[in-house]
């Protein structure tokens, strides 16, 4: 993409209604779509997600088996030592898993770059969306449902941005199936690339374009 090309993104109101199309800033969408930084960053979440403790025992770990099931020659079975050994019923475990740490840890500004890149794929496929606001008193999911479907993002996995944290609006897209709030300083690279539709408060990107 070339450096004069300013990105562009609709724009909504706080009622959902359709407005003109809004530029990105620049700073922030400038068409960088790092591919493999992306899936650096998002492969690195989700181990840091596994915990690792599976355990499993070896035939050195497991109780009993200390002398042989039956005496080495002339019972015409198979010579057998112990009735621990992986081949036995409750035997050992050959090549099992056992605790171990998956934790990676990626530069902050590797992170940095794949959250860049996650957000600019999403403009460049207009799957980015800017909204007035997302202000709530109380906690509305007929009200959310009614935005998204005005939107028509309503049957897609949509990730809303907002600005700082909102419980109200949480609480009414808490039960909305693949639809998730967080702010927008604490969406990484994963959140971006799991959802459809990122929608973000127009105030959170001025926020982020004045850091």
């Known amino acids: ?23 990105l800033p620049s700073v922030l969408f400038d068409g960088t779509v790092n591919v493999p930084v992306i899936h650096q960053v998002v492969k690195a979440t989700l181990a840091n997600q596994r915990q690792g403790t599976a ?8 109780v009993g088996g200390n002398q042989k099931p039956w005496k080495q ?3 015409g079975r198979a010579r057998q030592g112990s009735t621990r ?22 530069q902050k500004k590797v992170r940095a770059l794949g959250k860049k ?16 606001t997302f202000e709530m008193k109380t906690p509305n999911t007929k009200a959310m449902l009614a935005l998204l479907t005005k ?3 309503v049957d897609r996995k949509v990730l809303f941005l907002t600005d700082g944290v909102k419980p109200m609006t949480f609480l009414s897209a808490r039960n909305i199936p693949s639809t998730h ?25 001025s926020a982020a374009e004045a850091k």
């Open 181 to 205: 709030v967080m702010p927008y300083q604490d969406v990484g690279t994963y959140h971006v690339m799991w959802s459809d539709v990122v929608i973000i408060e127009a105030s959170a990107l």
């Open 117 to 132: 890149s996650a957000l600019n794929v999403r403009a460049r496929e207009n799957d980015l969306l800017i909204v007035d």
């Open 85 to 106: 050994a992986p081949h036995w019923p409750g035997g050992g475990i050959v090549f099992g898993p056992t605790p171990r740490d998956y934790t990676q840890r990626v």
């Open 73 to 75: 020659k002339g019972t």
């Open 55 to 62: 355990s499993t025992k070896t035939r050195g770990k497991v």
């Open 1 to 23: 993409m070339s450096e004069n090309t300013t990105m562009q993104a609709r724009a909504f109101g706080a009622d959902g209604k359709a407005k003109a199309a809004v530029a």
């Open 151 to 153: 939107m028509g993002v």
